[in-house]
């Protein structure tokens, strides 16, 4: 049972426009979220988290937007630029502690020049 | 200062082997967690060691093992290796306690059974 959802595995840009990347959880106990980028033959990186206190943080071109009643958020990066192009994953930590991220299964993103 | 270094980056053994692969966190970094990556499966955890001590363990069959030393730097073992256990091993690292930190991940092992 997936508890950390992304419904669309790849997704196409042009470059200069906004992308916007989907993420859906169903454990309502989730109450910290990350936002990873993995390039190719490279381990994840960190890019953004946000706190279910808040329902918006931004950090440079990457907003993550948190909507708890519908359990969903979503990651925009604005304006996309072809370096961007890379498989980004969701994450949450299950029981509270980071040891333990549950994360969705990716969603790979194209930005075309 | 140097990033978290996982060896060997690909490795290729026979069903039946058994494997060990390595990671050395970031330095002052006391937690290492790992992650299997499949493409069906996505990124799945495997266990997670705290001062040498495991914390957390996902929900993986006894063949898979780690173990962490007391310069934090941690392996995992797995023995009797099956097709299905081709996979992106990734080690990350993270200062430790329960602080909301996002973890620094290696670059993995690549590991192919055949």
């Known amino acids: 049972d997936q508890q950390v959802k992304q419904n669309s595995p790849s997704l196409s840009v042009q470059e200069g426009r906004i992308s916007i990347l989907n993420c859906d959880y169903t454990?309502?106990?989730?109450?910290?979220f990350l936002w990873y980028k993995k390039y190719p033959a490279e381990g994840p990186t960190f890019l953004i988290s946000i706190s279910s206190i808040k329902d918006k943080n931004e950090d440079g071109r990457f907003t993550v937007f948190l909507n708890k009643s519908a359990k969903h958020l979503s990651l925009h990066i604005v304006p996309s630029q072809p370096g961007d192009s890379a498989v980004y994953f969701c994450a949450s930590p299950y029981g509270g502690s980071q040891g333990n991220l549950i994360f969705g299964k990716g969603t790979k993103l194209s930005v075309k020049p | 200062k140097a990033g978290v270094t996982q060896t060997p980056r690909y490795l290729i053994k026979t069903r039946g082997q058994q494997v060990t692969l390595s990671c050395s966190p970031i330095?002052?970094?006391?937690?290492v967690s790992w992650y299997q990556q499949t493409p069906g499966q996505g990124l799945q955890f495997l266990f997670e060691y705290f001062s040498e001590t495991q914390r957390n363990k996902g929900n993986f069959p006894g063949r898979f093992s780690g173990r962490q030393f007391s310069n934090s730097r941690s392996e995992m073992n797995v023995s009797t290796l099956e097709l299905g256990d081709s996979a992106l091993y990734l080690c990350a690292s993270r200062p430790g306690g329960q602080g909301r930190y996002g973890y620094t991940f290696g670059s993995g092992t690549r590991l192919t059974v055949v």
């Open positions: 330095s002052g970094h006391r937690s």
């Open positions: 454990n309502s106990m989730f109450d910290y």
